[in-house]
């Protein structure tokens, strides 16, 4: 069954330091790995893309690592600030087949950053 | 820049009344989709629409239906509201079609509640 399973479910962090987050996947065949921030209230936007080839993707203070032998993905966030506070969701697209386009989501990481 | 515009904002519905969610994006984007987010669940696919004159359904179309008359327009319609069907609803639409797995530009979302 294809599924992306992601942890922890809750972060609480204090601001100015690091965290990372874990997305893993049984989705295949893989296409795509996207990593999406949604403020509370909001509608999900895109942080980052990995397909089958990259190791290590950075947007700012976002660093984005995927491996795609153990079905693993990390999201990194370094210094955070109040404004990180939000859901991550992980979603990664179907290669192939039945699965061609077809995205599975997350059920997403809520993170707090406390001042 | 606009990108996708979602109406009503949040809506208190009685069971069994008739609701349409409406949807516009200025973005000219192929697909477009409908998705329900509920606590613990993640999003979850309702319909999409690879392009004006075509729809197809998602994971949970069930109870929902909806029309792509135009590249801009995706409304979708619960003929007749159910309990379960209080969620918050997210219009999307991406550059490619379905099959593309593509990067999802979200609206700021739709909170329905049927009483």
């Known amino acids: 069954k294809n599924q992306v399973e992601q942890s922890p479910q809750s972060l609480i962090i204090l601001e100015g330091k690091n965290c990372t987050l874990q997305c893993n996947y049984t989705v295949s065949p893989f296409s795509n790995l996207r990593w999406y921030k949604q403020d509370t209230g909001r509608g999900p936007v895109s942080l980052t893309i990995m397909t089958f080839s990259e190791n290590t993707k950075s947007n700012g203070r976002y660093t984005a690592t995927l491996d795609a032998d153990t079905k693993q993905s990390s999201l990194h966030i370094t210094a955070s600030q109040l404004s990180d506070s939000a859901s991550y969701i992980c979603v990664v697209a179907g290669g192939r087949g039945s699965t061609l386009g077809r995205l599975y989501f997350g059920r997403g990481t809520q993170l707090t950053v406390w001042p | 820049i606009a990108g996708i515009t979602q109406a009503p904002t949040s809506q208190i519905l009685a069971a069994g009344r008739r609701m349409t969610l409406r949807c516009t994006q200025d973005?000219?984007?192929?697909?477009m989709y409908w998705y329900r987010q509920d606590l613990g669940l993640g999003l979850r696919l309702i319909h999409y629409s690879n392009t004006a004159g075509t729809t197809g359904k998602g994971e949970v179309p069930d109870g929902y239906s909806v029309s792509r008359a135009n590249t801009d327009d995706f409304p979708l319609t619960l003929a007749s509201a159910v309990p379960s069907q209080t969620s918050v609803y997210f219009c999307?639409?991406?550059?490619?079609?379905?099959?593309?797995?593509?990067?999802?530009?979200f609206g700021e979302g739709s909170r329905l509640t049927v009483l």
């Open positions: 973005m000219r984007h192929n697909a």
């Open positions: 999307a639409s991406s550059p490619g079609t379905y099959s593309v797995g593509g990067e999802l530009f």
